[in-house]
């Protein structure tokens, strides 16, 4: 069955240094979305991506945070410069039509800002 | 007022016991309801979606009452490997890919 996959499963990175997270969306999937969840909390949207474009953002998704397709395969979100608060489970999402029954989550990236 | 709001629990049954999760939603506009599961720091999984006529899958039924904006998750005759953490979740409108998560309600069901 095909799936979503994210690397890497954990990054640890310092206060104030660059971060990509990189995630494979299914195959012939169109949309795809950036989730978080800090520890103990609930899931929060950050972004969702179609056709080369943002197609919808959160609060959390300030200036610091980027979208990036740059590839055929990958889909990447890149924190400029990594706060505490940053610190998550980041989880990648696709879906083929934007149909939300078929919003498929890969299994995240934790984050750790030391 | 949150804008998905579940009793955090947690629950603890028995195998075979019936147990039912309620949720809230603040936002009358909203379009679309679900419920996902989530293993401990896993990706959350879609469970089934919930529709205005009620849907059944299995031992799993949900319902919807968007006058009270109301939804209900019921388990029946549970198993083990269905402890997991709960998790409603809707769409606002104007928003329709964004999905909007409660905190969730976690479940361990007891051999």
């Known amino acids: 069955e095909p799936e979503v996959t994210q690397t890497p499963s954990h990054q640890v990175t310092q206060m104030g240094q660059e971060v990509i997270l990189r995630c494979v969306p299914i195959s012939n999937h169109l949309y795809f979305y950036w989730y978080r969840q800090i520890l103990g909390q609930k899931v929060e949207f950050l972004v969702s991506?179609?056709?080369?474009?943002?197609?919808?953002k959160s609060e959390i998704f300030d200036d610091q945070f980027s979208v990036e397709r740059p590839d055929g395969s990958n889909f990447t979100l890149k924190i400029r410069s990594t706060k505490l608060e940053d610190s998550a489970m980041y989880f990648c999402?696709?879906?083929?039509?934007?149909?939300?029954?078929?919003?498929?989550f890969g299994p995240g990236t934790r984050l750790t800002v030391t | 007022r949150k804008e998905v709001e579940q009793d955090p629990g947690p629950f603890n049954v028995p195998e075979g016991a019936t147990v039912a999760f309620n949720c809230t939603y603040s936002?009358?506009?909203?379009?679309?309801f679900f419920w996902y599961r989530q293993d401990c720091r896993k990706e959350p999984k879609l469970l089934m979606s919930?529709?205005?006529s009620g849907n059944e899958d299995g031992r799993f039924t949900a319902q919807l009452n968007r006058a009270s904006q109301y939804i209900s998750l019921l388990i029946r005759d549970s198993k083990l490997s269905d402890s997991a953490t709960y998790l409603c979740?809707?769409?606002?409108?104007?928003?329709?890919?964004?999905?909007?998560f409660g905190s969730g309600t976690q479940l361990t069901v007891l051999p």
């Open positions: 919930v529709y205005s």
């Open positions: 936002n009358s506009a909203s379009q679309s």
């Open positions: 979740v809707v769409t606002l409108s104007g928003s329709a890919r964004q999905l909007t």
């Open positions: 991506f179609y056709n080369n474009e943002i197609s919808e």
């Open positions: 999402a696709s879906s083929e039509s934007g149909r939300l029954e078929e919003q498929y």
